[in-house]
């Protein structure tokens, strides 16, 4: 079987058959590389949701110390100020 000369019909219909196929495994491929992608992408912001939430967690549950130690200080000033007055 020989190959038909390059002028044929027959030739350039094969041809552009053959880059037809060739161009669907292409966009089959970059599909399936952009649905990865995608996926990848939604699990990132899932994770970063997960980890704004522990974020706000975190700060809303130290709030309480800045408080706890200025009461104490407070105190501490007061025994010292106590102790002073009745030396």
């Given at each position: 079987?020989?190959?038909p000369p390059p002028n044929d019909p027959?030739?350039?219909?094969?041809?552009l058959e053959r880059?037809?196929?060739t161009l669907e495994a292409g966009?089959?491929?970059?599909?399936?590389?952009?649905a990865l992608l995608v996926q990848r992408s939604d699990q990132t912001d899932k994770q970063l949701?997960?980890?704004e939430a522990r974020l706000d967690a975190l700060e809303r549950a130290r709030?309480?110390?800045?408080?706890i130690?200025?009461?104490?200080?407070?105190a501490g000033v007061v025994?010292?100020?106590w102790q002073l007055a009745t030396r």
């Open positions: 079987m020989t190959a027959v030739a350039v219909v094969l041809e880059l037809r196929g966009f089959a491929r970059v599909d399936g590389s952009l949701a997960d980890h709030w309480p110390l800045a408080s130690a200025a009461l104490t200080a407070l025994v010292a100020l």
